[in-house]
């Protein structure tokens, strides 16, 4: 009963989703229309020769000319016996194909596709492509790298990320009701619209009752449930086995790096916040967050050989939790193959003892104070009192978090968290945009 009830209420939040599809379809046709009316096609292809490939002139301007090797049109012919229409998933089996393959005929059709006719142990095969496919997964090809453009059939390209200081998030501030991400589709997409630009978001007036936050999260996506159970409870204990259960002063950081993937999503929501003594002085236990990625990319502009270092040095994390041991080794800074920063991984509790050639260590620990130092710049960070009936979200391989020490004798306080795969997250979001 209690599977069948999740189940009920997770495809409920689901379906609330497919109430748009008639809002959006006006601007999906609208999309189609400048796309046909700015449509890129094929001058002409030639067979490249002994280069097994075929040199194909597009008309876009100026008009490009690049190189297809003849096994890679073979690997990603979209035809219904290659590829099945339903899933998008690839029925052609690449391994069978001949490396040294070679086309039958080339030509460009009168709507300016490609079209490759091929043999393959005496069967005929024809492979038709478009223009802008062709165009869009050319880049590596001209750039000679590892370029990825999203693939729009799987992926969506999103808009560009908003990178904060404690200026830019009180001028922008990314908060939300409660009442309007539950009840309406169209608060829950600005809601992840926020999460996603900005890499955090509040939701204000949660309920505070214990398992609020997993309705939250049922709205979107799965809970995920780790070595901490399903969700967790941050309050002081008399014997804790994390030092987030206590009132310690927590620097910035990054939670889990010791996994085999940290969590992507973190969610916190505020059940209790009470100053026993009430006398008007700070009782202390004030959260802060810091956005890890305008962090590495101050770093990348202004030290660039600091951030090269943090990039390509692996970094041992490591925990024992109720009995269980895990470990695991990251850059600080992870990078992307064209050198864009895409993971933050920093926690100066759980890093083990740097394991590097001797050289390494001094420019290592350099370069960590360096990125620690901006970190912890107060003008890049995001301070506020959590109070009761607020959520906070929080991408927890890019925002950096922590909190200023209280005397739990003074200080009632009373957090439930729960971690979140952060796809299942952005999938949602890449519906709604």
């Known amino acids: 009963m209690i599977v069948a009830g999740f189940a009920r ?12 599809k008639a809002q ?23 067979p490249g020769g002994h280069q097994q490939s075929a040199k194909i002139i597009f008309d876009d301007s100026p008009s490009t000319t690049v190189n297809f090797k003849y096994i ?3 690997d990603n012919c979209k035809c219904s016996q290659c590829v099945d229409k339903s899933t998008k998933q690839k029925l052609i089996d690449t391994p069978s194909i001949d490396v040294n393959i070679r086309p039958e005929r080339l030509n460009v059709n009168k709507d300016g596709q490609l079209v490759v006719e091929w043999v393959e142990k005496g069967q005929s095969h024809s492979s038709i492509y478009e223009p802008e496919w062709l165009l869009r ?18 992926a969506s390209e999103r808009p560009p990320l908003t990178l904060w200081d404690r200026t830019t998030i009180w001028k922008n501030l990314p908060e939300i009701s409660y009442e309007e991400v539950m009840e309406s589709d169209k608060g829950l997409a600005l809601w992840l619209e926020m999460f996603h630009r ?50 310690t002063h927590l620097h910035h950081h990054t939670d889990m790096n010791y996994r085999e993937k940290s969590p992507g999503m973190q969610l916190l929501h505020c059940l209790k916040s009470t100053d026993i003594k009430g006398d008007g002085s ?15 990319n101050w770093l990348k502009e202004n030290e660039p050989a600091a951030f090269h270092i943090l990039s390509a040095t692996p970094v041992r994390f490591q925990i024992s939790v109720n009995g269980m041991k895990f470990s695991q080794t990251w850059p600080i800074i992870c990078t992307d193959n064209e050198g864009k920063v895409t993971e933050i991984h920093y926690n100066n509790r759980t890093m083990g003892p740097l394991q590097a050639p001797t050289h390494l260590i001094t420019p290592f620990y350099h370069s960590y104070h360096l990125l620690t130092e901006k970190i912890r710049t107060e003008s890049m960070q995001f301070a506020f009192h959590l109070a009761p009936g607020d959520l906070l979200a929080f991408n927890n391989r890019r925002v950096l978090h922590g909190r200023t020490s209280f005397d739990d ?18 999938a949602i979001y890449d519906f709604f945009a």
Request: net charge neutral.
């Open 282 to 296: 700070d009782p202390g236990g004030l959260s802060f967050l810091v956005d890890g990625f305008r962090a590495a």
């Open 9 to 20: 209420l997770f495809v409920t939040g689901r379906q609330r989703i497919s109430s748009l």
């Open 409 to 426: 004798t003074r200080v009632s306080r009373h957090l439930e968290g729960c971690y979140v795969d952060i796809d299942e997250t952005m």
């Open 198 to 247: 900005f890499g955090t978001a509040l939701l204000r007036g949660v309920p505070t009752t214990k398992g609020k936050i997993i309705e939250v999260v049922k709205r979107f996506a799965y809970v995920k449930e780790t070595s901490y159970g399903v969700t967790f409870d941050v309050v002081a204990e008399p014997d804790p086995e994390h030092l987030a259960y206590t009132g």
């Open 137 to 154: 997964y050319s880049r590596c090809f001209i750039e000679d790298n590892f370029a990825s453009p999203v693939d729009e059939e799987h």
């Open 72 to 74: 890679w049109l073979r």
């Open 24 to 46: 959006q379809s006006k601007r999906y046709y609208e999309a189609f229309r400048l796309k046909q009316k700015n449509r890129v096609s094929i001058l002409s292809v030639v």
